[in-house]
């Protein structure tokens, strides 16, 4: 009998314990950044497998957009729109930098496959994505013809399309919860020019 009561105890404590850590970890997931909020610096592993920092960068602005998973259609068209625009992103003094859950390898494979010109962060935990307080969902794999191999692409999580936009200091200027992938680099683009004027 007295047994069975400690195992009770036990397993409430436990359970009690499990639940403190699952709100924590909801509350810090679901946590929303406002404008003007100041994102502190964060590390991750980029498309080449090297180390990334966000402090390493200079230019006035930084385009941060989380995406689904690469080498899928609607973040295809939306990483090949910032391709496209790079150009004109430099002349603004603007970096532009895409996340996903994606493994380094995956983002390697990505930017080959679409000589994409900008750096892609692996963020397969869904740290810097909890950061911005992006939503998160599981991750999983697809597969891809690559070079013509046949390639299974995993991913750790799969966070929401959000963009976001930091000024000189970091701070949030611009942030988008409902991007049109096809859209998303003209309307960021057309932002920071507005941004000038002021």
């Known amino acids: ?23 924590v970890n909801s509350i810090a997931q679901t946590k929303e950044l406002k404008l003007g909020d100041q994102i502190s610096n964060f590390k991750s592993i980029s498309d080449n497998g090297k180390p990334w920092a966000l402090n390493t960068v200079k230019s006035d602005f930084i385009v941060v957009y989380f995406y689904p998973a690469a080498m899928t259609s609607g973040c295809t068209k939306q990483a090949c729109e910032y391709r ?7 002349k603004m003094s603007v970096t532009v930098i895409g996340i996903s859950g994606d ?7 990505f930017k080959d496959t679409y000589d994409l010109n900008f750096t892609l962060l692996s963020d ?4 810097i994505a909890k950061k ?13 013809e690559i070079q013509g191999e046949q390639i299974s692409l995993f991913r750790g999580v799969t966070p929401k399309r959000w ?7 970091r701070r949030i200027v ?6 049109n992938a096809s859209e998303d680099s003209k309307t960021v683009q ?9």
């Open 103 to 109: 493994e380094p390898k995956n983002l390697q494979y």
């Open 132 to 144: 911005f307080g992006v939503p998160l969902r599981d991750g999983g794999s697809i597969d891809r």
């Open 84 to 90: 496209d625009n790079k150009t004109t992103f430099d």
């Open 163 to 169: 963009t976001f936009i930091l000024d000189k200091d």
């Open 1 to 23: 009998m007295a047994v069975f009561f400690l195992y009770n105890c036990f397993m409430k404590k436990l359970l009690t314990i499990i639940l403190a850590i699952y709100t």
């Open 124 to 127: 397969k935990e869904g740290s």
């Open 190 to 198: 057309q932002f920071i020019e507005d941004y000038y004027k002021r």
């Open 174 to 179: 611009y942030r988008n919860d409902a991007v």
